[in-house]
């Protein structure tokens, strides 16, 4: 694979994404990688789906979404809980969450093109 040829692979995600406009996006670019996905509009679909799927290899959430529970707080319930790696994005940067999480998560900033997404999936999932 040469340096500009975007990383994908076969794990399964879910996604968790409350704009249906976002997530069409995101996941058509995420089976474009070679991903299968799952898709969930808010944390406590995802923790129903988690609930019920055990072959999840990486949450992906947005960090904003309405309800109790935000995506920081899901990913940390589910890496603490289950082991499950995430990764976060967020169209408001340092606001979203507090900065000791940019050190826990890989967090990625909308917009972001595949390269990006690829690459910080990859990331995600290798480490």
Known sequence: MTGNETQGGSETILLVEDQEEVAQVAQAMLEELGYSVV???SAQRALDILGEN??????????????PLNGAA???RVKTEMGLKAVLVTGYADKAIPSDQFGR????????GMDELGARIRA???A
């Open 39 to 41: 898709f969930a509009n």
């Open 54 to 67: 055990k072959d999840i290899d990486l949450l992906l959430t947005d960090i904003v979404m309405p309800g």
């Open 74 to 76: 899901l990913a940390e």
């Open 105 to 112: 998560f890989n967090v990625i900033l909308k917009p972001f």
């Open 124 to 126: 995600a999932l290798d």
